[in-house]
């Protein structure tokens, strides 16, 4: 059973730290893009970061750019989410996603292409 788990989230104050995890099991992760999404309250779900097959390639949303950074350790079978400097607007859910890839350098967070989900760890900003 192919399986993504999410974990790391919680309550952090304005201006703290977290770094999410997402581990897989039933497959190997490095044959995967790989990618984070988040959904705040009452909004859609948006692109956060990704990361290519190869590791080489990775792009962020604008509005956490210079705050989070996504890695990959295949070895472990596990994609990251650090992210410092949190804000309030940073609140929601957020997941990651795979989808398998023969392309190494490619990187997108177009939501339809993703075929594995996490069912998502809660982060809240607030003091």
């Known amino acids: 059973q192919l399986q993504l788990v999410e974990s790391g989230g919680g309550l952090v104050q304005p201006g703290g730290s977290l770094r999410l995890s997402c581990a897989a099991s039933?497959?190997?992760?490095?044959?995967?893009?790989l990618a984070w999404f988040r959904q705040a309250p009452g909004k859609e779900r948006e692109g956060v970061s990704c990361?290519?097959?190869?590791?080489?390639?990775?792009t962020y949303a604008d509005s956490v750019k210079g705050r989070f950074t996504i890695s990959r350790d295949n070895a472990k079978n596990t994609v990251y989410l650090q992210m410092n400097s949190l804000k309030p607007e940073d609140t929601a859910v957020y997941y990651c996603?795979?989808?398998?890839?023969?392309?190494?350098?490619?990187?997108?967070?177009?939501?339809?292409?993703?075929?594995?989900w996490g069912q998502g760890t809660q982060v809240t900003v607030s003091s």
């Open positions: 996603a795979a989808v398998p890839t023969p392309y190494g350098s490619i990187c997108n967070t177009r939501e339809e292409l993703y075929a594995y």
């Open positions: 039933g497959f190997t992760l490095s044959n995967y893009r």
């Open positions: 990361i290519s097959k190869s590791g080489g390639t990775t």
